[in-house]
């Protein structure tokens, strides 16, 4: 499975983006999709997940109600909508696909098989 995520940019605090991210060669409606994210100097953290069959979402404390995780099955795509980003949004946004992950570890990153590049994010002050 290939993952290419796009979108990142710099914009303001309290602006809004759109990061997507499209995936080849798997199955992707077989695929938890899940959005981390690292910051310079700081560990790789989760952000959001989605679940199929279903579309279960979750999310980190700090993000909930300012961003959105979806997926289009037809389209192999993963989005993530991010509102009223914070300087603190600022990082280096990656998706990840996992096959059979349990909602219990869903945030953790080891049960992701495939990765994509990542996208900046930089939310300036």
């Known amino acids: 499975v290939q993952l290419q995520a796009s979108g990142g940019g710099l914009v303001q605090a309290g602006d809004s983006l759109s990061v997507s991210c499209v995936a080849s060669?798997?199955?992707?409606?077989?695929?938890?999709m899940a959005w981390f994210r690292q910051a310079p100097g700081k560990e790789r953290e989760f952000v959001s997940a989605?679940?199929?069959?279903?579309?279960?979402?979750f999310y980190r404390d700090s993000v909930k109600g300012r961003f959105t995780i979806s997926r289009v099955n037809a389209r192999n795509t993963v989005y993530l909508q991010m509102n009223s980003l914070k300087p603190e949004d600022t990082a280096v946004y990656y998706c990840?696909?996992?096959?059979?992950?349990?909602?219990?570890?869903?945030?953790?990153?080891?049960?992701?098989?495939?990765w994509g590049q990542g996208t900046l994010v930089t939310v300036s002050s």
């Open positions: 990840a696909a996992g096959p059979g992950v349990i909602n219990s570890a869903i945030r953790d990153f080891k049960m992701y098989a495939y």
């Open positions: 060669g798997g199955t992707f409606n077989r695929y938890t």
């Open positions: 989605i679940k199929s069959p279903g579309s279960a979402t």
